[in-house]
């Protein structure tokens, strides 16, 4: 499968010049498709057809340090999303790179949506493999400078920008520490 | 937290301790949507820490309360399957100028429900237990995982009605309209 990008006409918009239509290859009909992910499987098979999709799931983010129960969400890039339909609630990514092959820094960006407290345990018991630039760099192009402040990434990577306030240190430490395999709050 | 096992921890505690209480926080909100929780909170009365000590003190299925004192304090409990954290919380830090008690007994009788025979409270409790706290911010990130798994939003409005009674109105309202304003940035855009 390759990935193409098409406009198409909205009602009876008149089409400006600058759209010429997509010529299509003799004797062979295009057929345009659909991602339909309804599964943990479908998504697999996607992922092998080279399309950039990956499924953040309790199992990963568990193995990353931090057990959690939540139901799976659907990372892909922005450009794809009008392509796809699914019951997964979705969780769109700037770089596409980042969807093809996550490391687990883009793993506690994409939880920042579900969890921030989460994303932030992954990044502290994983704090030896942090790739500081990496984290940088992803930080800023996913545009996630004001949610990593929340949560205080830039106390593990103090190059990240620092954009509104942050949760105070003490406050957060305790929210981690009181019980770090488990939640804690009331 | 399945509801199996919240049940199961309540009919030990009914059996066990010997004290009335409210399943609060998480547990709580499990009730309406899944967002995994991993410990079971229970709200309890002020004059309750007392036999509450005495039953955990030497036992082989649960730990003695941990810290020896406080308004929050926990045991984990072992049970078939595995270990379930339990914490008690009695209601001063949530009651503000009226007697902790007085907090218990609003949830007991206006702000819960009970299913098979646990008494649970509404989610407006817990977002108000979390919001009135000092340290609300730390809390703050809970509420948006569960706006995100499915609370309404109209909770947040009852957390603020609930901390009208208690006299907290004013500081719940400021807190609310800060989870709002994450809630705006954190939900994802589509461009």
């Known amino acids: ?186 | 937290m399945n509801a199996d096992t919240v049940r199961k921890v309540a009919a030990w505690i009914r059996s066990e301790l010997s004290v009335p209480f409210v399943v609060v926080g998480g547990s709580a909100i499990e009730r309406s949507v899944s967002i995994g929780t991993k410990d079971v909170a229970v709200l309890i009365a002020v004059g309750d820490w007392s036999s509450l000590d005495a039953a955990l003190e030497n036992r082989r299925d649960a730990t003695p309360l941990d810290p020896t004192s406080g308004t929050i304090r926990g045991t984990v409990l072992t049970m078939p399957g595995g270990r379930v954290d339990v914490e008690f919380i009695s209601g001063e830090p949530f009651s503000g100028s009226r007697p902790g008690d007085d907090f218990v007994e609003y949830v007991r009788n206006y702000r819960s429900s009970t299913a098979h025979g646990v008494r649970y409270a509404d989610a407006g409790v817990v977002f108000y237990m979390r919001l009135v706290l000092d340290d609300w911010e730390a809390y703050a990130p809970s509420i948006l995982r569960d706006l995100r798994a499915g609370v309404p939003e109209a909770v947040l409005e009852q957390s603020v009605e609930i901390a009208r009674r208690f006299d907290q109105s004013s500081t719940v309202r400021q807190r609310v309209r800060f989870v709002m304003e994450k809630a705006r940035l954190f939900e994802p855009r589509r461009e």
């Not at chain 1, 057990?67 to 596409?96: D, K, Y």
């Not at chain 1, 949506?113 to 502290?124: C, Q, T």
């Not at chain 1, 984290?135 to 509104?164: I, M, S, Y």
């Open chain 1, 1 to 186: 499968m390759e990935a193409t990008v098409a406009f198409t006409r909205t009602d009876d918009d008149r089409t400006p010049s600058v759209f010429v239509p997509v010529p299509v290859p003799k004797g062979r009909p295009r057929t345009a498709f659909h991602l339909r992910i309804r599964s943990e499987a479908d998504v697999a098979v996607a992922r092998r057809s080279s399309v950039p999709v990956f499924l953040l799931d309790a199992r990963t983010v568990s193995a990353l340090g931090y057990p959690i129960e939540f139901p799976s969400e659907l990372v892909l890039p922005r450009w794809l999303l009008s392509a796809v339909t699914t019951a997964f609630r979705i969780i769109p990514f700037r770089s596409e790179t980042a969807v093809l092959r996550p490391r687990f820094e883009d793993v506690a960006l994409a939880m920042l949506s579900v969890d921030a407290i989460g994303a932030r345990a992954i990044l502290e018991r994983n704090r030896d493999a942090i790739d500081p630039i990496y984290l940088l760099r992803r930080v800023v192009q996913e545009q996630v400078e004001e949610k990593a402040t929340w949560v205080r990434f830039f106390d593990l990577v103090p190059t990240l920008p620092k954009v509104g306030r942050p949760i105070p240190k003490a406050a957060l430490a305790r929210k981690l520490r009181n019980n770090p395999t488990r939640e804690s709050h009331p």
